[in-house]
C-alpha cells in the first residue's frame, strides 16, 4: 500500500507539473509538440494510452479527448485503440505473472469480489463484450479480473478493445469536432454522450442488484 500511494504521487505529481508549464507557456508548448515528427507524436500518444489502461488509477479521458483535438477524430480514435490494445497485452503478461496481488495493488477487494459476482452470473465472452460497451462500465477493473481467468489472450484482447470503442469514439469525436469549429456536431456527441452514459449507469446499477435476488 505504500508503494501504491508512492507511486500514484509521483505520477499525479507529475501530471500536474505538466498541466502548470502547458497552462502557463500553451503556446510554447504546442509549438515544441508540433516540431516532432508525426509518427513520434503518434506513437507517445500510443504508449501515453497503454501506460493510462495499465496504470487504471488515471484517467483515460483527457488522453481521448487530446488525441482527437490534436489528431483528428478518426485518427485519434485509431491512436486510443492501438494504445488500449497495447495496455490491454501488458495487463495480460502482468496479471499472469504476479495473480491476484497485481490487483489489490490497484483496486480495493471489496470492488473485485463485486465484479466477480456479476461477471460469474453473466459470463462468456459476449456477455463480456457486452458489459464493455457500456458507456460507464468500470472498464480498467474489468480487464484486470478478467484477465486472472481469462485463457484466450488474443481474443480476449480484440474483444476488450473493440469494446472500448463507443467511450473512445464519444470522446475523440467531441474534442475533434471542437477544433473543427463543429460546434453543431461537438454539442449532438456531447448530448448523446450522457445518454448513453445515463443508460450505462443505470443498466450496471441493474446488474449488480439483480446479482443480489
Not at 480514435?77 to 501488458?90: M, N, P, Q
Not at 460497451?133 to 468500470?138: F, R, T, V
Request: net charge positive; proline share 3%.
Amino acid at each position: 500500500m505504500r508503494w501504491k500511494n508512492l507511486l500514484s504521487a509521483g505520477i499525479l505529481f507529475g501530471l500536474f507539473a505538466l498541466l502548470a508549464v502547458t497552462c502557463i507557456d500553451w503556446e510554447a508548448c504546442a509549438g515544441w509538440f508540433y516540431t516532432l515528427p508525426k509518427g513520434i507524436r503518434e506513437a507517445a500518444f500510443v504508449l501515453a494510452n497503454a501506460v493510462q489502461i495499465v496504470f487504471a488509477f488515471l484517467p483515460g479521458e483527457p488522453l481521448e479527448l487530446a488525441a482527437g483535438y490534436l489528431f483528428g477524430a478518426e485518427m485519434g480514435t485509431l491512436i486510443c485503440l492501438f494504445g488500449s490494445a497495447l495496455g490491454t497485452l501488458a495487463i495480460w503478461v502482468l496479471v499472469k505473472l504476479f495473480q491476484r496481488p497485481i490487483l489489490h495493488f490497484f483496486f480495493q477487494e471489496e470492488k473485485l469480489r463485486e465484479w466477480e459476482t456479476v461477471m460469474r452470473k453473466h459470463h462468456g465472452y459476449w456477455w463480456m463484450f457486452l458489459l464493455f460497451l457500456i458507456p460507464g462500465s468500470p472498464k480498467d477493473l474489468m480487464t484486470y479480473t478478467l484477465a486472472l481467468k481469462e485463457k484466450g489472450m488474443w481474443k480476449w484482447t480484440f474483444l476488450i478493445t473493440i469494446g472500448r470503442i463507443p467511450s473512445i469514439i464519444t470522446s475523440t469525436y467531441l474534442s475533434g469536432s471542437v477544433a473543427e469549429q463543429n460546434y453543431i456536431l461537438a454539442g449532438s456527441v456531447f448530448l448523446i454522450t450522457m445518454l448513453l452514459v445515463g443508460s450505462g449507469i443505470t443498466y450496471l446499477r441493474y446488474l449488480k442488484g439483480a446479482k443480489r435476488t
